[in-house]
Nanobody
């Protein structure tokens, strides 16, 4: 059974940092892409960072230069290091992974992804 479990969310003041983790299990093959998405209250789900299986990262303009995505293939864990957080980063953050066979709509497009975690909440206060 494929499972993605996020952790590391919390409350932080503006300018602070958090590191999100996503533990993956049940995959029979490596995921071609893994990504981080977020949904702020009243807004649509937004792709913010993704990483290809060979390590190539992708970032949304809103987080470029502040967030870093990485993966530990031994631990089957995806990370999102978030620095210089601002109140606009307040959202529920979700980890996602592609299936064995998938249609590529873009690394930051939610339609590319088949598997999703339950989310972890990040709150940034000013």
């Amino acid at each position: 059974q494929v499972q993605l479990v996020e952790s590391g969310g919390g409350s932080v003041q503006s300018g602070g940092s958090l590191r999100l983790s996503c533990a993956a299990s049940g995959f029979t093959a490596s995921m071609s892409y893994m990504g981080w998405f977020r949904q702020a209250p009243g807004k649509e789900l937004e792709g913010i960072a993704a990483i290809r299986s060979d390590g190539i990262p992708y970032y949304a303009d809103s987080v470029k230069g502040r967030f870093t995505i990485s993966q530990d293939n031994v631990k089957n864990t995806l990370y999102l290091q978030m620095n210089t957080l601002i109140p606009e980063d307040t959202a529920m953050y979700y980890c996602a992974a592609t299936g064995t066979y998938f249609t590529y709509y873009g690394a930051l497009n939610l339609r590319t992804y088949a598997y999703w975690g339950q989310g972890t909440k990040v709150t940034v206060s000013s």
